[in-house]
């Protein structure tokens, strides 16, 4: 077992380094407070080595708050309870909800099956079908004590079918030909699709093509005529409602989207309304740069909404600016559906896995969506290459993964998030062992403006696991140190407690971290206790449990890290 003291050249050498624009010095010290030998895990070490790393008060630590109990999620809480520290799962689940998992009892099947985010697709159903679902899990959470976040997804400005001629799917036959009009006309007629966008036949001509759904089916534009396109079928197959559609020509797209708002009318409507509502995340469809991104983020701040804003990479221009997009947002959605759609599918499995690296190392959440276990739609059990596929994100480690139709308008989504967290479960455990984790993932340089919290937190996840410590706990209210643990990827779970209710719900995309709600006090040593007695009383730690405690509550009068390993009595 290699030493605690083998971690202190890591630490010290980020020490040497002042922190002189902030006008702050830092001491290190490590205070053996009580000395045992015979701990499972740190056997030969101190029981309460303190590794403090703070900056110099200048003041009195100031008096205790009055602390009331934990906000402990209901189902983490018998996660812990049935599997221990270790076999509590990481991976974060997003459920798109949807007609067949929007009732009380199914939402509430739905969150006991661990979904952590509720995901709302505004491209469908009504305003007051939102604002119900939206209601119903606040409700859940609040009486049944579960922590589900709330995401709202934006329709942006999708080119996609209006009406298609029936009320369901209709079939396109080989060699038929079809009407593609901007026209808006009310009722249907035969052969003639309705496409959303005014521009949406400008600039085409004979011989370009036309694919739905990324293709789903194929056709030839013979020829433009005022509003429409006349197209032959050349790839036969089912036209659904709001089916996708693209153009091409040689072989490359002919992108519309960057014609297009990111954000609609509609859209600035949708997020007015989420945030009245409370919502915690708003995914943006369709970014193609940063700008629509700060653009969001300085008018949430402006209304001191709290929402994280997250970027859905899912076309051509977004993946030319992805590096700008990572920063500015608060995370990122790899929305396979449409990005499928707009480059070579082939393409799509090296992205995912270039973007989810490039999000941990910005440390930014990361969300692997669409088609997962799309098989369940339909049937109760998945495919083996959806389970493969699966499992390929969490090895990636991404910090979710999505359900879409499965959850929102299958007859398995409790099947499908039992899919999920069954493969995810199992898939980390193989990670962890033999150290695979550190094999497969790219190490953390120094890459973050904060140097100092990133450093305490990369070394904090290898003390982590060296030690073989039972759980992270850090004290945090913007989330920051939570999140840059997380970005370690450490083997033990990291007990987030915050006093503030919009960062717990954002932890709740973190991978790994479990988002508790505790009163702070400015008194980290009174943090420490109390929580751990509250633990300690629900049964959740016991005596003998190795704790690896991190801090970055600030105080009013100066900044305060810390680091420390205490054994619970
Ligand atoms: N609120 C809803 N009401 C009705 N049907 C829904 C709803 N949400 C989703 N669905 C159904 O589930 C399917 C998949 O949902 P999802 O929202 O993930 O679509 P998507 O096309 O992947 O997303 P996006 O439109 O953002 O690209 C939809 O095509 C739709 O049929
Ligand atoms: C989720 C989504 O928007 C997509 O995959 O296209
Ligand atoms: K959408
Ligand atoms: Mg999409």
Request: charged share 25%; hydrophobic share 40%.
């Amino acid at each position: 077992m290699p030493s605690m003291a083998a971690d202190l050249p890591l630490i010290s050498s980020w020490l040497d380094s002042k922190r002189t624009p902030f006008g702050f010095g830092f001491s290190l010290h490590i205070s053996p407070m009580k000395l045992s030998f015979n701990h499972k895990k740190l056997n030969g070490l101190v029981t309460r080595a303190v590794l403090q790393v703070g900056s110099v008060a200048n003041e009195k630590l100031k008096g205790l708050k009055k602390i009331q109990g934990l906000g402990f999620d209901v189902v983490k809480e018998a996660e812990l309870v049935e599997n221990g520290f270790l076999g509590m799962r990481k991976t974060k689940l997003v459920c798109t909800i949807g007609p067949s998992s929007c009732s009380y009892q199914e939402l509430e099947k739905l969150a006991l099956g661990g979904m952590n985010v509720a995901r709302l697709n505004m491209c469908h159903n009504s305003r007051n079908w939102h604002q119900d679902v939206i209601r119903k899990i606040k409700k859940l959470n609040q009486e049944k004590g579960f922590c589900v976040s709330v995401m709202i997804d934006t329709e942006g400005s999708q080119i996609h079918v209006v009406d298609h001629g029936a009320p369901s799917s209709v079939k396109a036959e080989d060699g038929s030909i079809w009407f593609f009009t901007t026209e808006r006309f009310e009722g249907s007629r035969p052969f003639t699709v309705q496409a959303s966008y005014e521009g949406f036949n400008e600039g085409i001509t004979e011989g370009d093509e036309l694919v739905v759904d990324g293709g789903m089916a194929t056709f030839e534009v013979i020829e433009r005529i005022g509003n429409d396109l006349r197209c032959k079928c050349t790839d036969p197959g089912l036209l659904l409602p709001r089916a996708k559609l693209s153009l091409w020509r040689n072989g490359k797209l002919v992108d519309k989207h960057h014609e297009l708002p990111t954000l609609s009318a509609k859209d600035w409507s949708d997020i007015e309304f989420g945030t009245s509502e409370g919502i915690d995340f708003i995914a943006v469809s369709f970014v193609n740069d940063a700008a629509v991104i700060e653009h969001l983020k300085d008018y949430l701040l402006a209304k001191n909404k709290s929402v994280k804003v997250l970027a859905k990479i899912e076309c051509l221009e977004s993946l030319k600016n992805l590096e700008e997009i990572v920063e500015a947002s608060d995370g990122i959605m790899v929305a396979r559906g449409d990005l499928g759609v707009e480059i070579p599918l082939e393409q799509v499995p090296a992205l995912q896995e270039e973007i989810v690296d490039l999000c941990r190392r910005l440390n930014k959440p990361v969300i692997v969506a669409s088609q997962l276990l799309e098989s369940m739609i339909e049937y109760p059990t998945p495919t083996r290459a959806e389970v493969a596929d699966v499992s390929e994100a969490v090895r990636q480690s991404a910090d979710a993964l999505m359900l879409s139709g499965e959850s929102a308008m299958g007859s398995f989504g409790l099947k499908a998030i039992s899919v999920l967290r069954i493969a995810s479960t199992r898939m980390e455990l193989w990670s962890r062992e033999v150290n695979r984790v550190q094999k497969f993932l790219p190490p953390l340089g120094v890459s973050l403006p904060d140097r100092i919290a990133e450093q305490i937190c990369n070394c904090a996840g290898q003390m982590a696991n060296k030690l073989e410590v039972d759980a992270i706990f850090v004290y945090t209210r913007h989330g920051e140190m939570a999140s840059l643990l997380s970005r370690n990827r450490p083997n033990p779970p990291i007990f987030a407690f915050t006093n503030e209710d919009s960062t717990r719900m954002a932890l709740n995309l973190q991978w790994g971290v479990v988002p508790i709600a505790f009163d702070l006090s400015d008194d980290m040593d009174a943090n420490v206790s109390r929580t751990t007695d509250l633990m300690k009383a629900k049964g959740m730690v016991k005596a003998g449990d190795a704790i690896l405690v991190v801090s970055d509550v600030i105080p009013t009068y100066a900044v305060y890290q810390s680091l420390k390993v205490i054994v619970i009595e």
